[in-house]
C-alpha cells in the first residue's frame, strides 16, 4: 500500500491484536455459501455500544477461495473479518459491494491490501464510492442523478445548518474515498473456484445496487435492498419504485437464503420478502390516503410511523416517505407545493 493510502484509511496496521480481546460485540455464523460476520459494521462504536442496528457481511467460500459481499466500516469489523479469512481461506478473489455506503464499502481497501482481491462495484455507485462528499455537490448530483438533491433536503425541511452539520459528520464519519478495481455496467457471472456467483442489479436502494445469486445453493445477497423501512437514500439517489421492482426479481427467484446487509441472514426468505413488499405497498398507500389534506413530511411520518421501526430511526422513514411522495408525484396522483419555509403535498 502507498503511504497516502495507508494515511486515508487511517486505520492501526495492529494484525497481530488477539482478535478474542475486541471489546465489541462479533459472531460468526455459517451460511450455506461460508459464513457471516454479524456486528457493529454500520455505526460508530459509540451510537454500537448504546445498542443499535446489527449488520452482516458475508464470506462466500469455495474450495479455499472467498469472495467477500460488503465490508463493514470500523477496525474491529476488519478484524472480525480476518479471523474468518485467516482460518478458512487460501485466496481472496472478489471483495463485492453492494452499494456505495460507508458502512458496506470502509473496509474494502484494507481488505485488498492485506488479502489481495479484486473490488467490485456497479458503475451507478461509482461517484459516491470514488467521494462521498460529492452528495453534497448539487451540480455533480444533478449530472449523475438527474435530480436537485437540495430540492429533497427542502422537503425534509433540513436548514442549511443542519446540512453544514450533516457534512461536517460525513467528513469526519462516513467519508472513505475508495479505488474500485472494476465498475460493472452490465449484469455478469463471476467464477469462485468453480462455483458460480451472478451479480445481478437490484437499484432502489441506490442507482447501482448489486445482489450476489449463488445458483448452487440458491442464495441470495441484498445488502440494504431488503432493509425495512427502505429506500434509506435521498431521492435522486433511493428510488421507491425500483425498488419495489428488484424486490419482486429476487423474490421470484425463490431463494433459500438471503443474507441482508443489517440483520443476520434468513433462511427460507420468502415470507419476509412478502413482508417487506406489502409494506412498500401500504406506505404508499397510507401517503397518498392521508393526503386528501396538504401536508409535509414531518406530519406524514409522525401519522405513519408514530414510534420509529425497528432499525429504522430518522431520517430513514422520513428517506422513504419522500421516495414514495416522488414516486406519486411522478405519476401525477399528487402535487408538491413549496412555501415560503415548508413543502407540503396533496392529491391531484
Ligand atoms: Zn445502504
Ligand atoms: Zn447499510
Given amino acids: 500500500m502507498d503511504a497516502q493510502l495507508t494515511e486515508r484509511l487511517a486505520f492501526q496496521s495492529d494484525t497481530s491484536r488477539d482478535w478474542s480481546q475486541c471489546p465489541f460485540p462479533y459472531s460468526i455464523h455459517s451460511t450455506p455459501d461460508g459464513f457471516m460476520v454479524c456486528g ?9 455500544l448504546r445498542g443499535g442496528t446489527v449488520s452482516s457481511v458475508y464470506i462466500i467460500v469455495h474450495k479455499g477461495c472467498a469472495c467477500v459481499i460488503d465490508t463493514g466500516r470500523f477496525k474491529e469489523s476488519f478484524f472480525a473479518l480476518t479471523r474468518v479469512l485467516n482460518q478458512y481461506v487460501t485466496t481472496l478473489k472478489y471483495i463485492i459491494l453492494t452499494h456505495d455506503h460507508f458502512d ?10 492485506e488479502f489481495g482481491g479484486e473490488i467490485l462495484a ?23 442523478y438527474g435530480a436537485n438533491v437540495y430540492d429533497t433536503w427542502r422537503d425534509m425541511g433540513y436548514t442549511p445548518k443542519t446540512i453544514a452539520a450533516m457534512r461536517k459528520t460525513t467528513e469526519r464519519l462516513f467519508n472513505v474515498p475508495l479505488q474500485v ?6 449484469e455478469c457471472m463471476l467464477d469462485l473456484n468453480g462455483l458460480e456467483l451472478r451479480l445481478l442489479h437490484t437499484p432502489g436502494h441506490s442507482p447501482g445496487s448489486l445482489s450476489v445469486y449463488v445458483p448452487a445453493s440458491r442464495s441470495i445477497y441484498t445488502g440494504d435492498l431488503t432493509f425495512w423501512v427502505n429506500p434509506c437514500r435521498p431521492y435522486p439517489i433511493g428510488n421507491a419504485d425500483k425498488c419495489v421492482s428488484s424486490l419482486e426479481r429476487i423474490r421470484a427467484l425463490g431463494p433459500r437464503f438471503c443474507g441482508h446487509g443489517h440483520y443476520l441472514g434468513i433462511h427460507n426468505p420468502l415470507p419476509r420478502l412478502n413482508m417487506i413488499i406489502g409494506r412498500h405497498r401500504t406506505l404508499e398507500r397510507d401517503i397518498l390516503a392521508l393526503l386528501d389534506t396538504p401536508l409535509g413530511i414531518a406530519d406524514l411520518r409522525a401519522r405513519i410511523f408514530p414510534d420509529d421501526p425497528a432499525d429504522s430511526f430518522a431520517p ?33
Avoid at 457493529?40 to 454500537?48: D, F, G, N, R, V
Avoid at 458496506?104 to 491490501?113: C, D, P, Q, T, Y
Avoid at 478495481?181 to 452490465?186: F, K, P, S, W
Avoid at 422520513?318 to 392529491?347: C, D, P, Q, Y
Fill in 316 to 348: 430513514i422513514p422520513e428517506n422513504s416517505i419522500h421516495a414514495w411522495l416522488i414516486s406519486l408525484m411522478h405519476r401525477n396522483r399528487i402535487v408538491r407545493m413549496a412555501g415560503r419555509n415548508t413543502v407540503r403535498w396533496r392529491k391531484a
Fill in 40 to 48: 457493529p459494521h454500520a455505526q460508530t462504536m459509540e451510537e454500537s
Fill in 181 to 186: 478495481d472494476q465498475y460493472i455496467t452490465e
Fill in 122 to 144: 456497479h458503475s451507478l455507485d461509482a461517484t459516491l464510492i470514488a467521494n462521498p462528499l460529492c452528495i453534497y455537490d448539487n451540480e455533480i448530483i444533478q449530472y449523475h
Fill in 104 to 113: 458496506h464499502v470502509g473496509n474494502a481497501e484494507r481488505l485488498r491490501g
